[in-house]
């Protein structure tokens, strides 16, 4: 298999986890004032560089927890990027010393497949959520007495379930076109004045160097709840779903590869503003699930983002926020549903146990909380002290 490809295939893959994306990143930009010049120049450049050295299709995503934390709670941006360097140095020192390896050894299979399904029904839900409630971004909120976003939606999900397996005609093309158009002719008018054509780069060092206080303040409230997730969906959810998905062709998906690529890349955010990133599973999911099979995948949703920041700068956001969030709801339904669909190849009782736990304190608690609590629960059923 060729490791690039540059079709209408690996084209509406690259888009198919736009849903992800652009919420969490344009919530950051927007509520918390991180620059739009440095978050999509730095995620382009993620996914470009992540394709070229894996050599596979590669998800580039905001850390949630970091992300919806940020966004729920007003930090600055200096916090963001703040916890995004703890992040950072963190990864790079469990990748350099190996202790990723040893973690990956002792994590089993049921708690990874617990993350899977957690994440995919949280995506799903999400998904959902953003198709039913009402869009702000459309001048017109209904059509009698139904929502217009939902009439997008629903047409949306029509068409990708109609056109999910068609090589001729990419579901993702479709639905992304049609929620451009939509935008387009009932999204509220673009002001011009936000459009200034150029050469946008970013600042080094754009909210200066955080303070002691403000380093102590994150790692507890942000980092130490992001970190498990980290490990548990961007780091060992995400290589065994590239191995399931890609085979030999994944050789270089290793957990040491892939923390040292995340570490890397969270440094660099912090010395350019950009908000923490990961390889998220459910990212990968969305672009295989919508025909990413190659690494051209990245290089092309790379390209769009690097071009569109440099082009455009801070007036990035108003272009992506073209989209109804409809259209990116029905992009995060079909990326949760292939991601929860890993569970499977299970087959034993006692691993089923463990994922619907982790299920039900993912969506009471979070998928840290989740994630610990099934290793210990699945270690404690692998010595037979308890049974179910």
């Known amino acids: 298999m060729r490791k690039f490809r540059f079709d209408r295939l690996e084209l509406a893959g690259s888009l198919g986890d736009l849903g992800t994306l652009l919420p969490l990143a344009i919530g950051m930009i927007v509520l918390c004032d991180l620059q739009a010049t440095a978050v999509f120049l730095l995620v382009g450049l993620f996914y470009i560089l992540a394709g070229g050295y894996f050599g596979v299709p590669t998800a580039v995503q905001p850390m949630k927890t970091i992300g919806a934390y940020a966004i729920a709670a007003g930090l600055s941006a200096q916090q963001i990027t703040s916890a995004g360097l703890w992040m950072g140095v963190i990864l790079l020192l469990l990748g350099l010393t190996g202790l990723i390896e040893i973690i990956r050894k002792y994590t089993p299979k049921s708690t990874v497949r617990g993350v899977q399904l957690a994440l995919g029904v949280v995506l799903l839900s999400k998904g959902l959520k953003l198709i039913i409630e ?57 002001d011009t004045l936000d459009f200034r054509w150029g050469l946008h780069l970013p600042d080094p060092l754009p909210f200066g160097w955080p303070d002691w206080e403000v380093l102590l303040w994150v790692l507890p409230m942000v980092v130490l709840p992001q970190l498990p997730m980290t490990i548990g969906n961007a780091i060992l959810s995400n290589v065994d779903l590239s191995r399931e998905y890609f085979q030999g062709d994944a050789g270089r998906v290793t957990v040491r590869a892939a923390t040292l690529s995340q570490g890397l890349a969270n440094v660099a955010a912090f010395f350019f503003g950009g908000m923490p990133m990961c390889h998220g599973a459910g990212g990968l999911a969305a672009h295989y699930r919508f025909g990413a099979r190659t690494a051209g995948s990245n290089i092309i949703i790379g390209a769009i983002f690097v071009l569109l920041a440099l082009l455009f700068g801070e007036g990035i956001v108003p272009v992506l926020r073209v989209m109804p969030l409809a259209i990116l709801g029905v992009l995060l339904t079909f990326a949760g549903l292939q991601l929860a669909l890993m569970i499977q190849d299970l087959t034993d009782r006692r691993d089923f146990f463990v994922v619907l736990l982790m299920l039900g304190l993912t969506l009471v608690f979070n998928l840290a909380v989740a994630f610990l609590t099934g290793i210990a629960v699945a270690c404690l059923l692998k010595t037979r002290w308890i049974k179910v």
């Open 134 to 190: 009402e869009d702000p971004s459309l001048a017109i909120g209904s059509v009698g007495p139904v929502g217009l976003g939902l009439i997008i939606g629903v047409l949306g999900l029509v068409l990708a379930f109609v056109l999910l397996d068609n090589k001729k005609i990419p579901a993702a093309l479709v639905i992304v076109a049609l929620g451009i158009v939509a935008g387009l002719i009932f999204g509220r008018p673009l």
